[in-house]
Each structure stands twice: as C-alpha cells, then as structure tokens.
C-alpha cells in the first residue's frame, strides 16, 4: 500500500468523500495559526507578569546587599 493519503482516498472512497478532505485540509492549517496566535498571545502576557516579578526580586536582593554593606 504505497501512495500519498490523497491517492489512497481516492482508491477507497467515492469522490465526495475526496473533495471533503481536500477542504479540510485548509481548515487545518487555519487552525494551527489560531492555535499559535493563542499561545503566543498567552506567552506574551505572562512573559509581562514574570518580569515584573523578577525585577522585584532583584530590587529586594540590591536592597539586602545595600544593608549588608553597610553594616560591614
């Protein structure tokens, strides 16, 4: 059984049922760039959250060096 899967379809199924997956096809690829376009929406806003984080950290950590220094 070598062959694409368009030409086992075309082997096996009447030539509605071909026209049906070959539409599909485009549909799939739409939703693969909706699916990217969510994540990278959702990447985006967290990388937003996770940076105000991590800048609080080391502002909390320049300010324990800062009282250790002087200190010493």
Excluded: H, W
Excluded at 15 to 40: F, P
Excluded at 53 to 66: A, K, Y
């Amino acid at each position: 059984m070598k062959g694409t899967i368009r030409q086992l379809t075309r082997q096996r199924y009447p030539a509605a049922l071909g026209q049906l997956i070959r539409n599909i096809d485009g549909a799939t690829a739409v939703e693969y760039c909706l699916i990217g376009a969510l994540i990278a929406a959702g990447l985006s806003a967290g990388i937003g959250t996770l940076s105000d984080v991590v800048l609080d950290i080391f502002e909390m950590l320049g300010t324990e060096v800062d009282i250790a220094g002087d200190g010493s």
